[in-house]
């Protein structure tokens, strides 16, 4: 389920440094780091963006980790997931208490739920704004810059990468 999947990105968000930030040796030799630097294990860059099979490091855990895809079932379907397993149920149990608790705490949730993105979209912009070269990061974002009108020409890297 999409909760429990959801839960285990938050749990797993908290460890340092991130699991699904660095390849790992098992996930092959077309690993991406999330970071976008190849992986150390037998990497050949150019033959990986040459043939397009380049993977990062994120698709790679959300793959192998959590959903433990495989190529096949000819050794079935395997044990359940534990760790989504216990979000599932834990997910199962915020839904219930919510259900229990009925309308009447619906309203107090509701304010909750309007307010609250307000409030972290805020202080985001906040400590954005206070980083070092945030002026001119919002200053080449606003000012317009005419020479590149003048000058129409598509980068390499759209034409492959995007």
């Not at 790679?60 to 959590?66: A, E, G, H």
Request: glycine residues 6%; charged residues 15%; neutral net charge.
């Amino acid at each position: 389920s999409l909760n429990s999947i959801i839960g285990h990105y938050i749990y797993s968000s908290f460890k340092s440094p991130l699991p699904w930030a660095k390849c790992r040796e098992e996930w092959g030799p077309n690993c991406v780091n999330s970071d976008g630097t190849p992986s150390t294990f037998k990497f050949d860059a150019f033959m990986a963006i040459a043939s397009n099979k380049s993977i990062s490091s994120s698709e790679l855990y959300f793959n192998n980790i959590v959903l433990q895809e495989r190529d096949n079932i000819d050794d079935g379907i395997g044990v359940p997931n534990w760790p989504l397993v216990i979000t599932l149920f834990l997910t199962w149990v915020i839904v219930l208490m919510a259900i229990i608790k009925g309308v009447r705490s619906s309203g107090k949730a509701s304010y909750f739920l309007a307010i609250f993105p307000y409030i972290i979209l805020i202080i985001l912009l906040i400590r954005a704004v206070t980083l070092e070269g945030a002026l001119e990061g919002i200053l080449f974002f606003i000012k317009p810059q005419w020479d590149k009108l003048l000058s129409p020409q598509v980068s390499l890297f759209y034409l492959f990468f995007v």
